[in-house]
């Protein structure tokens, strides 16, 4: 790491009644000193936190000072660092900066102080990028989210995972050394429900970082249709942890629920909705007047049909009450209960009046078809296939950090199912590359390149 003593103004642009200037390294007492008096060390050695009034000699005249000294490794960067809030004026902190520079600091990189409390271990990754995210926020949602990051949520669900995962490896590598009858070996269950465990708090982890998303970050997909036509069902199949209340009576859903869902190379949030009832009153109405809402700043709408209700003669009029718009795709559900030969009569019929706007048939109730309406999706809306689209900070962000969960899922759940077809050091080598997986979110097995996309964005200052 260079451990040349840094600086740069660290306060907004533009005007304002102060201006911070920050120094940070191992000569930012020594430097600051000779800024702030000659022939006298006004930061004593040795201590501690301390702030005063000062002059600062900019090389052109004497401004009022405020000084903060901390010294590190109790530091944001994990160094000695000096702030001085001087007048605000541009000129004038231009100046004063420039003096530091003159008295042997160098001018800092984007990003180089946060960078810096990463890579001495005051921060992790994810708390660094949290950094990020505050500093670019635009609105109250950002910010909300950015401080989540920032204060540890998702730093402190890897942790803990990555003590369970270090625990249940240990467990597999000590009952290598012992046959099933000695007392060190450890029973395959035990370490099933280990992995078990992880898994659910992985679950909770991908969850968290879901919900941490701002709503304008993902484009919503509407689920519309008759009442009863499965939509609160192909919800809960769509949604992980979906648990919408399911009824074989029609109007059971009325409040509108949002959920992300994966598709192609990208998430959206998949919207459920009151089935649509021109007869509805009272509450009822409510909600048909807000999924009419939802229906109308969708990027995209699913027109969900029961297969099951559905004739072929009848098909012309079920499409007429569908919108006409390229925002739509039809959707057949429930086809696990329909006949063979009727399902083959009304594909034949929809075929020529659906034509693009063919979402799939799929049945919510044993995944048919889900796959490839996910893959329909992605293609309405652009996500599919190729290089991924510019993403703003956040969701570049998050999708980093659910492909290292949804990583390290993957091989827990491969570890737990293969537990009794292979030798515990395969197990234990399986969760070892879980383990990397998580460390590349808090950044532990980060590459230089990723450390220098991410610390480029930030300003100067930070």
């Not at 909600?287 to 297969?307: K, Y």
């Not at 019929?349 to 048919?368: K, N």
């Amino acid at each position: 790491m260079d451990s040349r003593t840094i600086v740069a103004i660290s306060s907004p642009p533009g005007p304002g009644r102060r201006g911070i200037l920050r120094l940070s390294g191992g000569e930012a007492r020594a430097i600051a000193n000779r800024a702030l008096e000659e022939d006298l060390e006004t930061i004593s050695r040795g201590a501690d936190r301390a702030s005063f009034r000062a002059s600062f000699d900019d090389g052109i005249g004497r401004q009022p000072a405020l000084v903060f000294w901390m010294p590190g490794p109790r530091s944001y960067t994990g160094e000695d660092v000096v702030e001085f809030h001087l007048p605000g004026a541009a000129p004038l902190l231009a100046r004063s900066c420039q003096r530091l520079l003159e008295l042997g600091a160098y001018a800092a990189a984007p990003g180089e102080f946060t960078r810096r409390a990463f890579l001495n271990g005051r921060i992790d990754l994810t708390r660094a990028e949290g950094v990020l995210e505050l500093v670019q926020s635009t609105n109250d949602a950002e910010r909300r989210s950015a401080l989540r990051l920032l204060e540890g949520g998702l730093s402190r669900r890897v942790l803990e995972l990555r003590d369970g995962l270090d625990e249940v490896r240990a467990l597999c590598e000590a009952s290598l050394d012992f046959d099933e009858v000695d007392a060190g070996h450890v029973p395959l269950e035990e370490l099933a429900r280990g992995l078990s465990a992880i898994e659910g708090r992985l679950a909770e982890a991908r969850a968290f970082e879901s919900a941490r998303q701002t709503p304008e970050a993902l484009p919503r997909v509407a689920l519309a249709g008759a009442p009863n036509a499965g939509k609160s069902s192909l919800w809960n199949a769509l949604v992980e942890g979906g648990a919408a209340l399911v009824s074989e009576e029609p109007g059971t859903t009325r409040d509108v629920l949002v959920g992300p869902v994966s598709v192609g190379r990208g998430d959206v949030l998949l919207v459920d909705l009151a089935g649509q009832d021109p007869r509805a009153r009272g509450p009822d109405e409510l909600a048909q007047r807000r999924a009419a809402e939802e229906r109308e700043v969708a990027a995209l709408v699913l027109w969900v049909i029961d297969g099951t209700r559905l004739l072929a003669e009848e098909a012309e009029r079920v499409l007429a009450e569908a919108p006409g718009d390229a925002r739509v795709l039809l959707v057949v559900n429930q086809v696990d209960r329909m006949e063979e030969r009727r399902a083959g009569r009304l594909r034949a019929e929809l075929a020529g009046s659906i034509g693009g706007r063919e979402g799939g048939w799929v049945s919510a109730r044993d995944g048919t078809g889900l796959d490839a309406l996910r893959g329909r999706i992605a293609e309405a809306l652009g996500l599919a296939g190729g290089a991924p689209a510019e993403q703003d900070l956040s969701r570049e962000l998050f999708l980093r950090h659910r492909s290292a969960l949804e990583r390290a899922s993957e091989l827990v759940g491969d570890a737990r199912a293969r537990l009794a077809e292979v030798p515990l050091d395969i197990s234990a080598e399986t969760l070892r590359e879980a383990t990397r997986a998580l460390d590349e979110i808090s950044g532990r097995t980060s590459s230089e390149d990723l450390l220098d996309r991410i610390f480029a964005r930030f300003c100067l200052g930070k």
